[in-house]
């Protein structure tokens, strides 16, 4: 297959502290999107990385003694350190305190003004700190208490008044309906595309304040020192500084790789990346990501998660204690697509248990050990085949369509029920043919010789799936498999493991979990 490119971005952590498990399941996610396109045969490139300006930060940075700089390299590395410990296969780490990409966002900011599509005024309005935010009368809200609050997050918005320069968000009206409403795969799910278009966008788009004053923490706006590049303008244009855009035209790596076929960020930030964020690609004159998805949220089983919930999990607390790819397939597969998941300790092991351990680690190990018991670890295909064999067969070669179908639409935790549907396939073929009772009979040893022949094959286009969502768990079974056929294309067809191949010797994928103890 020819390679064809696939660029998937997630948002850059903002550098404010260490990321709970809600912030880590989207790396995570990301990085299954990635492996599988690459066992498609795409040439992948996935970016993540951390958002390091703002008055919060310089805030935090303050409250620790500490100067912001400081603050955010600690931050960034604790943040890359998780995403590393989940065993996720980005290709580039990006940081907005690179200087290539403060630099590249002056000259944004430059280009837009040059052309009037930043000006000077003034501000005055609320903000919201907590989420780098600017809001009008008339969208504030107020809490139970009478206070004013944030839409989004709820927490309490500050009266500003300032000087500050302003993009034309409402020069682009138009421009943006008519891109959303002729690109229905723009902005997904669907849910999230109304949102959009019906609460923000038709009801009128105001221009945006694009810089600060009350602080120094951020890109200088090098024509007016007393700015700094509103945080939001700098995070976003993240997607193309660091591929090598510039204003001037930018590499052959920026021309190869945009326009983003995926910028895969969390449901609160959508506003951001639907309406700021193509308004400013119009500004500049490039093309739009193909796609944005507005992934939901892992909330804790009695609700919201928060450091002021006192209910945050972290997910190397998790890893330490389960192992990574249990982490993995719980996130992976217990968050639907279009609506929030829940977490809760009991849930992950009793996943761990049924799944991991039942279907997918008995099934693996009770096979490899019967080959080991009965012909001493040597699988052959005698073809002495039966009805019965002929549905799992069908199973297994049906599993191609429907994943790649699933994983299409982005329906990651469906696309793994596909492959977890085979294994239980492979388990009842266990149950209908008995090799226990066949190894009893000399006569049927070419039988049973076939029966554990089509268990390993079974076993073995599963793992070839499995790489995209528990990459380590896959490699121990190829590893017991002692088999390289570990291609999408290998799958099409049934019998790619060698006949004669030797099994080496059977090791146990997952522990079950004692609840009690």
Known sequence: MENKKYYISTAIAYASGKPHIGNTYEIVLADAIARFKRLEGYDVYLQTGTDEHGEKIDNKAKDKGVTPQKYVDDASDEIKRIWDLMNTSYDRFVRTTDKRHEEVVQHIFKKMFDQDDIYLGKYEGWYCTPDESFWTDSQVVKNDDGDVVCPD??????????????????????????????????????????????????????DLCVSRTAFKWGIPVDFNDKHVVYVWLDALTNYITNIGYDVDGGTEEFKYKWPADLHLIGKDIIRFHTIYWPCFLFSLGIPLPKKVFGHPFLNMGNGKMGKS?????????????????????????????????????????????????????????????????????????????????????????????????????????????????????????????????????ETKQDRLKTVLYNLCEGIRVCAVYLQAFIPETADKIFKQLNTDEKTIESTLKFGNLISGTKLSEPVHLFDRIDKKA
């Open 153 to 206: 997050c709820g927490r309490l918005v500050e009266k500003k008044s300032e000087e500050a320069y302003f993009f034309r968000l409402s020069k682009y009206q138009k421009q943006l309906e008519e891109y959303i409403e002729s690109h229905p795969d723009f902005i997904q799910p669907e849910s999230r595309k109304n949102e959009m278009l019906n609460n923000f966008i038709k009801p009128g788009l105001q």
């Open 309 to 441: 919930f006192g209910n945050v999990v972290y997910a190397d607390d998790l890893v330490d204690e389960f192992g990574v790819d249990a982490v993995r397939y719980y996130f992976l597969h217990e968050i639907p697509f279009a609506s929030d998941g829940v977490f809760t300790r009991e849930l992950l092991i009793e996943r761990i248990n049924s799944d991991l351990v039942n279907i997918l680690g008995n099934l693996v190990n009770r096979t490899v050990s019967m080959s080991h018991k009965y012909f001493d670890g040597v699988v052959e295909n005698t073809n002495v085949e039966e009805d019965v064999d002929k549905d799992l067969k069908e199973t297994v070669l049906a599993l191609n369509e429907k994943i790649v179908k699933k994983m299409d639409e982005l329906k990651v935790g469906e696309a793994i029920e596909e492959v977890f549907d085979v294994l239980r396939r492979c388990n009842k073929y266990i149950d209908e043919t008995m090799p226990w009772s066949l190894a009893k009979d």
